[in-house]
């Protein structure tokens, strides 16, 4: 038996309830972004949400903000890649990193065929 903050009995009800708003919320959300997003753009989005479920989140509400304010109204797959693209080299410009760069360092081994002569 659980307790509230008023010391009233709390019950399974409660509980439906919050999951309930939450997926109405989350409902009134996706409809949002499918009035924003074109179709390219929401394949892409899900595709990195099913790889990088925190990184889309942020793209998500990023992409709200500018509708809600009107800064956007249309979202295309390009624009996706551009906000991508602009979150990618801001985070790593904090980091003093580079984007997509690998560097492979190769040690030559004493028994390397290529050293001999």
């Known amino acids: 038996m659980e307790l509230d903050a008023d010391g009233n009995v709390r019950s399974g009800e409660d509980a439906a309830q919050r999951e309930a708003v939450a997926r109405e919320a989350e409902e009134r959300r996706g409809t949002a972004l499918a009035s924003v997003l074109e179709p390219a753009a929401r394949e892409r989005l899900s595709r ?33 890649i551009g906000m991508l693209e602009s979150s990618a080299t801001g985070a790593a410009g904090a980091t003093g990193g580079r984007v997509g760069s690998i560097t492979f360092d190769r040690r030559r081994n004493a028994f390397d065929e290529d050293d001999e002569d």
């Not at 509400?61 to 996706?80: C, D, N, P």
């Open 48 to 80: 990195i949400a099913i790889v990088k479920p925190e990184k889309a989140r942020a793209l998500e509400e990023s992409i709200l903000r500018a509708a809600q304010s009107g800064k956007v109204h249309r979202v295309s797959e390009q624009a996706l």
